[in-house]
């Protein structure tokens, strides 16, 4: 089964369900899923293999004292993410200490509605779109063989 993009690519129990009825399932494992699905994990689970990364949070923040904190150690511009957000829901980009706050709560909010749940992570939110190569992975699991496609150019910023 390929399932496209979206809704059934990104869950990892059907994954799992596919796997258990000896369905192939093109994508990733149910376990990468899980761990790349969330904003916390795939930072740590990057940042564990030596991938450089933004500047940010290593791992949830749910107080704004703590938001503040980091924000001035990195410095503005920042970006707040909902760590099971996507589609750019619970995000927000906050340009100064004054008006940390009040997008954070507001991130919170969206992350809430729209995923149960209002963790986040904050990163420093790159302004310009900078040259950027683009590695994918695609692994066949029943050939057991991985094939990598780059993809080299200019893309903008939050892609």
């Known amino acids: 089964i390929h399932p496209g993009y979206g809704f059934l690519s990104e869950n990892a129990r059907f994954a799992e369900i596919c796997e258990e009825c000896g369905i192939t399932f093109i994508g990733p494992s149910p376990e990468n899923m899980r761990v790349m699905g969330d904003k916390i ?48 829901r619970g995000m927000k980009i906050v340009h100064s200490q004054a008006k940390l706050a009040n997008a954070f709560a507001s991130a919170r909010a969206e ?15 790159c302004i310009e779109p900078a040259p950027r190569r683009r590695l994918q992975d695609i692994w066949l699991s029943k050939t057991r063989k991985l094939y990598s496609l780059l993809i080299e150019g200019s893309f903008p910023s939050g892609q």
């Open 41 to 88: 994990s795939a930072r740590q689970a990057v940042i564990e293999h030596g991938v450089p990364i933004l500047p940010g949070t290593k791992g949830q923040r749910e107080i704004c004292d703590e938001a503040r904190k980091i924000a001035k150690e990195i410095g503005f511009p920042v970006i707040i993410k909902a760590t099971a957000g996507g589609g750019g």
């Open 111 to 125: 992350a809430l509605d729209g995923f149960w749940q209002c963790r986040s992570v904050i990163e420093k939110y």
